[in-house]
T-cell receptor, first 110, second 115 residues
Framework: ETGVTQSPTHLIKTRGQQVTLRCSSQ?????VSWYQQALGQGPQFIFQ???????GRGNFPPRFSGLQFPNYSSELNVNALELDDSALYLC?????????FGPGTRLTVT | AQSVTQLDSHVSVSEGTPVLLRCNYS??????LFWYVQHPNKGLQLLLK??????LVKGINGFEAEFKKSETSFHLTKPSAHMSDAAEYFC?????????????FGSGTRLSIRP
């Protein structure tokens, strides 16, 4: 166990809806990264937050947004859901280069 | 720009035989390299990491990997496969050593173990 938790475990949404996914970092980790893992593929970097500021972003549209809170927990928000957003969403917390991953949230968009 | 290529999408070996999962990388800087394992419905677990120290890196569960700069490779090996090794394996490259360093995942190799 890495100490990183995510909620919910599974989620089903309808196209066009909005969703919020949550991540609780390992204690003391000030950086959180979010990844999207489509079925049969490797995780793709969405963005990273360091001390509540966005610190890098992958090739994802602005409808993917995030927040990091003072206690270093984090949210990933996705607006205007599309069918292709169906995936496993992973968060990872870190203090240095080594990232500790949570179990993920599986999002299904119908 | 950095990238990572896992040369096999699926590898199948018999229990007790050696495992070889191949990974090539491209990086403009001295990279950090990692191997992660993902069991079904589980999170990603770090197997081992290379961060410019010894080129032969030993990890958990008997796995090891060798960093070969001349070949830009970081292949994962295990002398004797166990049924519990069946999982998806990801090679990962990171430029830099800080928490802000961007990391890139390979597309994964699914390892199957035959009884």
């Amino acid at each position: 166990e890495t100490g990183v938790t995510q909620s919910p475990t599974h989620l089903i949404k309808t196209r066009g809806q909005q969703v919020t996914l949550r991540c609780s970092s390992q204690s003391g980790h000030n950086t959180v990264s979010w990844y999207q893992q489509a079925l049969g593929q490797g995780p793709q970097f969405i963005f990273q937050y360091y001390r509540e500021e966005e610190n890098g972003r992958g090739n994802f549209p602005p409808r993917f947004s995030g927040l990091q809170f003072p206690n270093y927990s984090s949210e990933l928000n996705v607006n205007a859901l599309e069918l292709d957003d169906s995936a496993l969403y992973l968060c990872a917390s870190s203090l240095s280069y080594e990232q500790y991953f949570g179990p993920g949230t599986r999002l299904t968009v119908t | 720009a950095q990238s990572v290529t896992q040369l096999d999408s699926h590898v199948s070996v018999s229990e007790g035989t050696p495992v070889l999962l191949r990974c090539n990388y491209s990086s403009s800087y001295s990279p950090s390299l990692f191997w992660y394992v993902q069991h079904p419905n589980k999170g990603l677990q770090l197997l081992l990491k290379y961060t410019s120290a010894a080129t032969l890196v030993k990890g958990i569960n008997g796995f090891e990997a060798e960093f070969k700069k001349s070949e830009t490779s970081f292949h994962l090996t295990k002398p004797s496969a166990h049924m519990s090794d069946a999982a998806e394996y990801f090679c990962v490259v990171s430029e830099g050593y800080s928490s802000a360093s961007k990391i890139i995942f390979g597309s994964g190799t699914r390892l199957s173990i035959r009884p």
